[in-house]
């Protein structure tokens, strides 16, 4: 029975822990002793598992034999034991918005000090073509003193986690495979096999796997940043960018994709890791920087727009008190990675507005830490403020009574489009 160690119990690593600890016995490793004490009580702030379903497979593990189960643990000494390692830490990007490797290195290099012969180690953390042997395997060599495709094998499987999202879940989402040698692609391709019910793809090679992770997350970067570009065209004319996406919408193939912020941890960060390569090999990417300028740049004209709206009711701008509904960068959904809504709040402060932020779902000491805003969990009277921007469309936020505020003499942004837009003043 092979035992499986999964580096990172994140937004990624946790479901697909929890999935294989359903066959196998599995250590969910994180250097985060407190998420190792969260986990190791059956919670989960990250709201993708069940507590319940969590405490099952706890108790699983509790079983002498260890045939399956899942075991949380931040010690080492704990996953010494595995043959099968499956990274899956963050790979942001720096303020130049190059690729940040450092944790991805950081537990190639922990992971060489104690693979021995015959382990596997698969990657799952989004990365640029090449980056799993160009720059893990030399660390792993490194570090272990064993010879790549002799003593020690790898593989690449992105992930295709969509957080928050109850339907398109780990196992209902066909899975790309990749390895270092045919016989481990198959051997990888067959472990994915026994937890992916929508079946898997075995990719020609791991910088193939990689590469369609990375173009996966690029393609819905340019779409959405066409649209974007279509609301700032459609401003300047004077009309609803939805009616016209509503009228074009009618045939059959037309792309429905709506204007809006580009967060999170994938689709605002994955187009500069293919870009980065791309330069690398001498090629400037033309389509997905300028879709990537045309995304960044939203929150400006959505702050913009309010200030002018603002104007245009003759309200006093500085010290005016504004409101914006949401700071996770999706509804529904405590992940506040990369959220672009804390754009829109530093674009409004610097106006000069008051601001401040209410979500629900997202957690005020991690916003605090992340960006240094105070938020506030409770949703207030809407009356007390001047504007309002609702930029996340959770689903507390829909049935608020706007019909509180005077219209003469507030502004109301809806930035999702998921108002009546009798009740707002303009939306994106």
Not at 126 to 136: A, F, I, K, L
Not at 197 to 223: C, F, L, M, Y
Not at 385 to 402: K, W
Request: with cysteine; hydrophobic share 40%.
């Amino acid at each position: 029975m092979k035992k499986i160690a999964v580096i990172g119990q994140g937004y990624v690593g946790l479901p697909l822990a929890l999935e294989f600890s359903k066959h196998f016995p599995v250590y969910g490793f994180d250097i985060n002793e407190d998420r190792v004490k969260e986990l190791s009580t059956g919670e989960d702030h990250t709201l993708e598992a069940d507590s319940n379903e969590i405490r099952t497979l706890l108790q699983l593990a509790n079983d002498s034999t260890f045939e399956k189960g899942y075991k949380p643990t931040a010690s080492l000494s704990d996953i010494e034991n595995a043959d099968i390692y499956i990274v899956t830490v963050p790979t942001p990007i720096d303020r130049f918005n190059a690729p940040d490797l450092k944790p991805l290195l950081s537990a190639s290099k922990m992971l060489g000090g104690i693979i021995k012969a015959g382990d596997i180690i698969i990657y799952e953390s989004t990365v640029y073509p090449g980056c799993t042997e160009e720059d893990c395997v030399p660390v792993l060599e490194q570090t272990s003193g064993l010879k790549f495709n002799v003593d020690f094998f790898v593989g690449y499987s992105p992930e295709r986690i969509v957080p928050g999202d109850k339907v398109n879940t780990l196992t209902s989402i066909k899975k790309v495979t990749s390895g270092s040698t045919p016989e481990i692609a198959e051997e990888i391709d067959q472990l994915y096999k026994t937890i992916i019910k929508a079946g898997t793809h075995k990719a020609a090679n791991i910088k193939v796997a990689e590469a369609s992770k990375a173009i996966e997350n690029a393609q819905r970067d340019v779409n959405i940043s066409f649209v974007n570009e279509l609301a700032l065209i459609f401003d300047r004319i004077g009309i609803d960018t939805h009616d016209v996406l509503e009228a074009a919408g009618t045939k059959f193939n037309f792309l429905r994709y709506s204007p809006g912020l580009v967060g999170g941890h994938c689709i605002s960060v994955d187009p500069y890791y293919l870009a980065y390569k791309a330069q690398e090999l001498g090629y400037h990417p033309q389509v997905i920087l300028s879709g990537r300028r045309v995304n960044d740049m939203m929150a400006q004209f959505i702050a913009g727009k309010v200030v002018k709206l603002m104007i245009r009711k003759k309200m006093n701008i500085h010290g005016s008190k504004a409101l914006i509904l949401g700071v996770t960068f999706k509804e529904n959904c405590p992940d506040v990675r990369n959220t672009k809504v804390v754009d829109i709040y530093n674009e409004l402060n610097q106006f000069g507005l008051d601001v401040e932020v209410c979500d629900p779902w997202a957690s005020a000491e991690e916003v605090k830490d992340e960006y240094g805003i105070g938020i506030i969990n409770n949703i207030p009277d809407v009356s007390l403020y001047d504007v309002v921007v609702l930029a996340v469309s959770h689903n507390q936020f829909i049935n608020i009574d706007f019909s509180k505020m005077d219209r003469n003499t507030s502004v109301i942004f809806d930035v999702k489009a998921c108002l009546d837009r009798s009740v707002v003043d303009e939306r994106l």
